[in-house]
């Protein structure tokens, strides 16, 4: 069984290179414009929460009634984005522990990752490589994501709980040097 997939697009960016948008037009994913449709169960990525998406979360993805949903907004406007949908909506928010952006934009840094390498990543995550391999796939540099990330999304994917998860992070990744400490 495959994970659903929706994404929240915000409308905060050129349509011609969003990922969600192109995505949605592939018929990967299910695109939103309004709050209002999204699905009333699952989980949110929003990488604000401060609650990485860890196997204790995997069963909601993969049950009958939860779906995962990305908030597609600029990373420009995040912190005025995410307060708003995040009023507007019952959806569990999470977090994706680090992992390095392969798209053009923001190639190599990290954790700014395009709506779907955030999406495929928690496909990932919760065991639908083929799923997340697919989603990747409709872009040239999808592929190049997986290799990038491999390493760490092996890691992550076998991490028995979030916990687990926010301490490989220290082994893939100088936190405090991201930080600027």
């Known amino acids: 069984m495959s994970v659903r ?3 929240l697009w ?3 960016d050129d349509p011609k ?3 969600a948008v192109l995505s949605a037009k592939r018929g990967d994913l299910t695109l939103h414009k309004r709050v209002s449709t999204l699905p009333k169960k699952g989980i949110i990525l929003e990488p604000l929460c401060g609650k990485i998406l860890g196997p204790e979360d995997h069963g909601i993805l993969n049950h009958k009634a939860g779906s995962l949903v990305a908030l597609d ?3 420009k406007q995040i912190e005025s984005s995410v307060a708003s949908v995040m009023r507007q ?3 569990k928010p999470r977090m994706l522990p680090l992992l390095l952006a392969a798209n053009p934009v923001n190639w190599g840094k990290p954790g700014k990752l395009s709506t779907i390498e955030a999406l495929a990543s928690a496909i990932y995550l919760a065991g639908h490589k ?3 391999k697919h989603l990747l796939g409709g872009f040239r540099w999808g592929e190049r994501f997986i290799e990038l990330n491999y390493e760490p999304l092996e890691e992550y994917a076998a991490a028995k709980s979030s916990k687990e998860l926010v301490d490989l992070q220290f082994e893939f990744f100088d936190i405090d040097h991201l930080r600027g400490e």
């Open 10 to 12: 915000l409308a905060q």
């Open 5 to 7: 997939v929706h994404s």
């Open 89 to 91: 909506t019952r959806l």
């Open 17 to 19: 290179k969003n990922t």
């Open 130 to 132: 083929a799923q997340a």
């Open 73 to 75: 907004c600029s990373w």
